[in-house]
């Protein structure tokens, strides 16, 4: 079975072409445009792996991850941004990010 695999960020390029790459590496990729997307989606379908945008419409990308947490203690998420600080960087890995990074 193959690893599930959440994209949660509002850049339809970037959401488009990470899926593609994850698909081709033979995961079970969903996007999510928003955060509250997300909450929805995960209702139903637990991700492996999570790759979470900080900044987002609506609620930040921090807001998903205590969720996605809680819903399996081992997933691995990744938060990416485009606008890195320290503070989010702390806060993110606080909140149970496994990885920050910034976007290019």
């Keep these: 079975m193959a690893e599930r695999f959440l994209i949660v960020d509002d850049d339809p390029a970037f959401t488009r072409v990470l899926s593609r790459?994850?698909?081709?590496r033979e995961y079970e990729v969903k996007v999510a445009r928003s955060a509250e997307e997300a909450e929805t989606l995960i209702q139903d379908w637990i991700p492996d792996l999570a790759t979470v945008d900080l900044k987002m419409e609506?609620?930040?990308g921090l807001s998903l991850i205590p969720q996605l947490r809680k819903l399996s203690p081992d997933m691995k998420i990744l938060m990416l941004t485009g606008y890195a600080s320290?503070?989010?960087a702390v806060e993110a890995i606080k909140l149970g990010a496994t990885q920050y990074l910034p976007k290019p």
């Design 21 to 24: 790459a994850m698909t081709r």
């Design 58 to 60: 609506g609620n930040s």
């Design 86 to 88: 320290i503070a989010t």
